[in-house]
T-cell receptor
């Protein structure tokens, strides 16, 4: 069975600085998708960035980028120029090619210090 | 397009009562998912529909839980004889089967259930 592990329950960063959130996963599938979702306090889950496993190029979305290491089964999220609005729970999620459910990590709480 | 909506947003009930939640997906999405999220944890998959067909169910979905999507549009999740352990946020998501957003799940605001 696939698993997703986020080993950092909480991270804090100074506003305008860069922070990296870690995620590792375990799978025997060769084709899959990886996602980072953001869940602000009392607000709904929104997609931050996605990565298709067959793509070697790391995905980027404005200030958000990933470091996808397929052989190491690692998928970290880098947030540059952190802003107060980035404060939230961040979840790493896996979606395999053989089914459609998302398998989630336990989340990392990101605190932004002004 | 107003996104995924869920009703009610909050539900407080007494142990042993039945509750029903509704999810309205994004209109052109034919995949619909239910997840359960307890405080401080990531969501856990409950069930998945493609159109009106329920294609996958988690072992978490005990006999007290039932989900329907009768016309392939909105979905309902019913919990019978609620227990205190059912207290959680119930999340609904939908996704398209093609296009730029293929495989991305769009989430609703959730229904927070409290069982007293």
């Amino acid at each position: 069975a696939q698993t997703v592990t986020q080993s950092q329950p909480e991270m804090s960063v100074q506003e305008a600085e860069t922070v990296t959130l870690s995620c590792t996963y375990d799978t025997s599938e060769s084709d899959y998708y990886l996602f980072w979702y953001k869940q602000p306090p009392s607000r709904q889950m929104i997609l931050v960035i996605r990565q298709e496993a067959y793509k070697q190029q790391n995905a980027t979305e404005n200030r958000f980028s990933v470091n996808f290491q397929k052989a190491a089964k690692s998928f970290s999220l880098k947030i540059s120029d952190s802003q107060l609005g980035d404060a939230a729970m961040y979840f790493c999620a896996y979606n395999g090619d053989s089914n459609y459910q998302l398998i989630w990590g336990a989340g990392t709480k990101l605190i932004i210090k002004p | 397009d107003t996104g995924v909506s869920q009703d009610p947003r909050h539900k407080i009930t007494k142990r042993g009562q039945n509750v029903t939640f509704r999810c309205d997906p994004i209109s052109e999405h034919n995949r619909l998912y239910w997840y359960r999220q307890t405080l401080g944890q990531g969501p856990e998959f409950l069930t998945y529909f493609q159109n009106e067909a329920q294609l996958e169910k988690s072992r978490l979905l005990s006999d007290r839980f039932s989900a329907e999507r009768p016309k392939g549009s909105f979905s309902t999740l019913e919990i019978q004889r609620t227990e205190q352990g059912d207290s959680a946020m119930y999340l609904c998501a939908s996704s398209p089967t093609s296009g730029r957003d293929y495989n991305e799940q769009f989430f609703g605001p959730g229904t927070r259930l409290t069982v007293l």
